[in-house]
């Protein structure tokens, strides 16, 4: 719901906007999207309705109603559960004094990797988002701030994930050399 804050979209633009919107907190399939849109539309809480298209199959454009709006307020406003990590990479690392050092460490490479696509996409989305502007500026300005502050704990945790996998990669080849 907190996706259709920007107005009205189709499945499709949920989809494809969702991992440069909230994907950095909450991955879902496109599957998944359009299950719970399914489910939110039989509940009330978006409105579907359907777009006669040329040459391309007709599409639902969906909108939040006013349940539904009410329904972030809650949301909102009810406390949220502690999060849990479960990291299966955190695990072999753990356990890497027992296991394929070698492994982990390919593991830990490929992070870093994932980590460094991350932060730039995120930097891209956030130059869009200030386009030009000063970030104070931005947020004194802008209509509204919540995409903005989720892309920046983004930012920090793939920052935080970079610099951890290079420390864990300096300790692990430190050992190696003894």
Request: glycine share 6%.
């Amino acid at each position: 719901m907190a996706a259709l804050l920007e107005g009205e979209a189709s499945g499709y633009d949920l989809a494809k906007g969702f991992d440069a919107s909230v994907a950095n907190f909450w991955p879902a399939t496109p599957q998944q999207l359009y299950r719970e849109l399914d489910g939110m539309a039989a509940d009330g809480l978006v409105h579907a309705r359907l777009v006669h298209q040329e040459k391309r199959p007709d599409k639902r454009l969906f909108s939040l109603t006013e349940a539904g709006r009410e329904a972030l307020r809650a949301f909102t406003a009810a406390p949220p559960r502690p999060g849990v990590v479960r990291d299966e990479l955190l695990v072999q690392v753990q356990a890497v004094d027992a296991g394929d050092e070698a492994a982990v460490r390919r593991a830990l490479a490929e992070r870093m990797a994932r980590a460094e696509s991350k932060i730039a996409r995120y930097e891209r989305l956030r130059a869009g988002l200030l386009d030009g502007r000063f970030e104070d500026d931005y947020l004194a300005e802008a209509d509204r701030v919540g995409p903005y502050l989720t892309l920046m704990r983004g930012l920090s945790f793939e920052r935080e994930n970079l610099r951890w996998c290079e420390q864990s990669l300096k300790v692990l080849a430190r050992r190696a050399e003894r």
